[in-house]
């Protein structure tokens, strides 16, 4: 409350104290919050006379999406916590320009910079915790400057800011936990992570060259995220050796040997949570049934055509690969006790039988596959299945009592299907909500199907489809009395 109250005055002190056009605009593109400032889209080329007041001990300060160039000395309020200087084209920053607010700078976050050396202005703060520069070519990073700010930092986000090769000013940086980096070079040395191998918890490597992955990570001690997307890597030489190792991410790159890979993947056997294995060239399922506390897999926009050697263990509740050549559930699926969503859209799945789904599935996504027919073999008897897609299949038939023991099925999705009729299995599911058989060209309502009309009627579900020219919700409300 006196925050609020503080503020107001503060505002209105401003708006008053206002002599030029420029700071009475300035005023006005900005939104005003407890503790920061929003001056978002001000259409600045300069920076106004800011607020300026002693009270303003706990301001962070956005300047977003501005055409800001330069930064003049005095230019800035004191007291500051934060600056967001984000897509503006900064040029230059006056050396002294955040000096009144030496002490209290937080965080720095910059991107679309123009500038091509790290500003001086960086070397008198004293509390810099938190430096994020994106899409900004540097070429010169000063060695005492990186080395000052290494003091304090703790997170550390470099994207796209052209390194050509591994900055080794970093072993400065002792109290890194967070470092996010783009690597356009190929390889990191062998001590790349001594100076806080002790500290590190999250570090991402994406969008760069790497083609393999550093030995250095064998030193950090207790990471808990590694991510490396987006890069070109096809040997992983090691994973950090931490036990503490939850969740690995390492999307769209060159993995093809999925032996190699579950070697590898030893080492974290015992603390694994998340594996993100996407857009690789995997053409054999990999083997994880060492790993202990796995939940969640990522294996879509793979190749896996061979399921054979793969496995997922029991942990698992949650298995993603879509967008693979996968013809059969058999095998891989088998230790897979606790398995809950299992999403195989747009594989080469012909047909499946219940005893492949794991009985605590309750989500199913089987669409864009090659399934012609559903009968009683196809669901298990004991199961949990809640919402079933099987969109975009060749399905044509679905025998009477392929659906007799979903007794827990709320959502059907059966579109753009060759089913011809409505399927009278349906009279068998008591708990569906939603079903949707739309885009299906070759469907048409008879009186052969009217049973299905007192099972539509007895329930508040949704019916999506036309049968011909009408909405199969229609033909069951109405047509379907006269038959
Ligand atoms: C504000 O700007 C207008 C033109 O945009 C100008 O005529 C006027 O003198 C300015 N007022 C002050 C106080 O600068
Ligand atoms: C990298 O930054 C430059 C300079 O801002 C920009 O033009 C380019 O689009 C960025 N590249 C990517 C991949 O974002
Ligand atoms: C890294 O990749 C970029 C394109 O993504 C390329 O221009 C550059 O030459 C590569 N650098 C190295 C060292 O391979
Ligand atoms: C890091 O690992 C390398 C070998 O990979 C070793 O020579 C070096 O001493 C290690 N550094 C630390 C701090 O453990
Ligand atoms: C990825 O690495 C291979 C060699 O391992 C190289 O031929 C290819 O050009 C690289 N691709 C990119 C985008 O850097
Ligand atoms: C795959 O990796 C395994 C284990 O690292 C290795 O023995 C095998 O030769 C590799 N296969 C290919 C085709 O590179
Ligand atoms: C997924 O596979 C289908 C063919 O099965 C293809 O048309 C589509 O482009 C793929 N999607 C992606 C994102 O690769
Ligand atoms: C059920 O359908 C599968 C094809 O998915 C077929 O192989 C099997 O013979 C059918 N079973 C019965 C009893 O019709
Ligand atoms: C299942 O589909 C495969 C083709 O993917 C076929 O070779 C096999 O005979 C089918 N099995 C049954 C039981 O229909
Ligand atoms: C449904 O379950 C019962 C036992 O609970 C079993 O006798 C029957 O064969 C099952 N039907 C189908 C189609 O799986
Ligand atoms: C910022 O200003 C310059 C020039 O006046 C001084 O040399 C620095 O000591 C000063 N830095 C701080 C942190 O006050």
Known sequence: MTCLLRLYILVIACILGVSSNETAS???????YISSIYCEGANWQTLPKLLASEDADWMFLSLRYNFLTTIESGSLPSGLTGIDFRNNPLLTIDPTAFNESSNSIHQLFFSDAKFTQIPAALAELNALTDLSIEDTYIYTWDDNTMKHIGLTLVTLKLDNVSLSSWPEWLQYFPHLQTLEMTCQFPSIPDNAFDGQADMLMTLTLINGNLTETPYAFSNISFLSTLVLDNNNISRLN????????????????????????SGVLRSVANSLFYLHLEGNQLSSFPDLSFMKKLLKVYLSYNSISDTSSGSIPTSVSYLEAENNTIRSLAGFLSQAANLEYLKLMGNLIANFTGDEIPSKVSYLDLSKNLITE?????????NSLGLIFLDYNPISVISPFAFTNLTKL????????QLARLP????????????????SSNLVCTCEEKQVRSWYLSRPLTFYGVCGPLSISNFLNVLSQGC
């Open 424 to 439: 009278l299995a349906l009279g068998s599911v008591t708990k569906l909500l939603s079903l949707d058989m739309s885009e």
């Open 26 to 32: 300035a005023i006005e593109g900005c939104e005003y």
């Open 238 to 261: 090691s994973l950090p050796n931490s036990g503490s190792l939850s969740s690995f991410s390492i999307t769209n790159n060159r993995l093809s040997n999925a032996t190699h890979l």
């Open 374 to 382: 559903l009968n009683e073999t196809s669901f298990p008897t004991k």
């Open 410 to 417: 709320i959502s059907l999705s059966l579109k753009g299907t």
